[in-house]
């Protein structure tokens, strides 16, 4: 399994911090100092045995890195380790426009400058990890056109935690919800009902999964069943997160509420998928294997 000690200045701290979760999620160890230096630790002893012990020094590039008296000190020891091994262990990380040292201006580098999902892709090639290992949860999206890559499977798990989220909160506002079914895939309304004198007042905001952009549109057609919208009707966007999703929701819902009360009647909830494919059957299976003592793969 590889490994990496990520040199860079703390102006650059939350990119950094980005890239270390990243990648651990595709299986890199991850030497960043806000994980592993603790009070009372020594910080000079914790990066040389950082340095030390990884198998890769990533130095994070930006003006303010190549001033940083820190990164210089951990750069000059990373290179005599390089030299000493006689392998490539400096892997130059292009984050913001600099000059790149000349001793580093001829080696490989990831280049985050103007799209992070393609640098972290190189970085990810680097240390031999394929496109199909690179991808997370946070950035299928850049994957929707690689045929060897199965992007729908994180897809559709966003769209269940964007279910399961704005469904929640709907619950704690007294709001119905409804998601859509084969006639609109990836949607889901809510709705909810208010009797007001001697009529009723109702409300409603939908939210898709829109065609090849992947991204969250909002419509505001007075319809309760999302089945009965048109993609057409879905003409403002959100975003491409449940969080942002989540907010526009609530933002939506609790207005409602404060200015005309919180719905009476009981709400409902249609949160149900058709099956795709031989998802049915695939169920069935895995189902009938956990009640069977045989767990090979010959029968």
Not at 21 to 28: F, T, Y
Not at 97 to 104: A, D, G, N, R, S
Not at 215 to 226: H, I, L, R
Request: net charge negative.
């Amino acid at each position: 399994m590889p490994s990496i000690f990520l040199s860079h200045t703390s102006i650059d701290k939350p990119f950094v911090e980005k890239l270390a979760r990243d990648l651990k999620r595709i299986g890199v160890n991850v030497w960043f100092d806000k994980w592993e230096i603790k009070i009372g630790d020594s910080i000079t002893w914790k990066i040389e045995e950082g340095i030390r012990e990884n198998e890769f020094l990533g130095i994070v590039l930006s003006p303010e890195a190549l001033n940083s008296e820190w990164v210089k000190s951990e750069l000059g020891a990373a290179w005599v380790k390089q030299m000493q091994t006689k392998k490539v262990f400096v892997l130059p990380i292009f984050y913001r426009e600099c000059q790149i040292p000349y001793f580093l201006s001829d080696r490989r580098f990831a280049d985050f400058r103007s799209d992070y999902e393609s640098g972290f892709s190189e970085l990810a090639t680097i240390f031999g990890i394929e496109e199909t290992e690179a991808i997370t949860q946070d950035n299928w999206r850049k994957f929707v056109k690689n045929k060897k890559v199965n992007w729908k499977k994180y897809k559709i798990k966003e769209f269940e935690q964007l279910v399961t989220t704005l469904v929640d909160r709907a619950y704690d506002y007294k709001w119905s919800a409804w998601v859509g079914g084969t006639a609109n895939e990836y949607s889901i309304t809510f709705y909810c009902s208010i009797k007001q004198e001697n009529a009723y007042l109702s409300k409603s905001i939908s939210i898709k999964l829109v065609g090849e952009s992947n991204a969250y549109m909002v419509s505001f057609k007075n319809e309760s069943n999302p089945n009965n919208i048109k993609v057409s009707d879905f003409d403002t966007y959100i975003g491409n997160s449940v969080d942002v999703c989540d907010e526009y929701v609530w933002r939506f819902i609790d207005d409602f509420n404060s200015e005309n009360g919180t719905p009476t009647g009981k709400p409902y909830y249609h949160t149900e998928r058709f099956s795709r494919g031989n998802e049915i059957h695939e169920a069935a299976k895995e189902i009938i294997n956990k009640f069977n003592w045989y767990k090979g793969d010959k029968l």
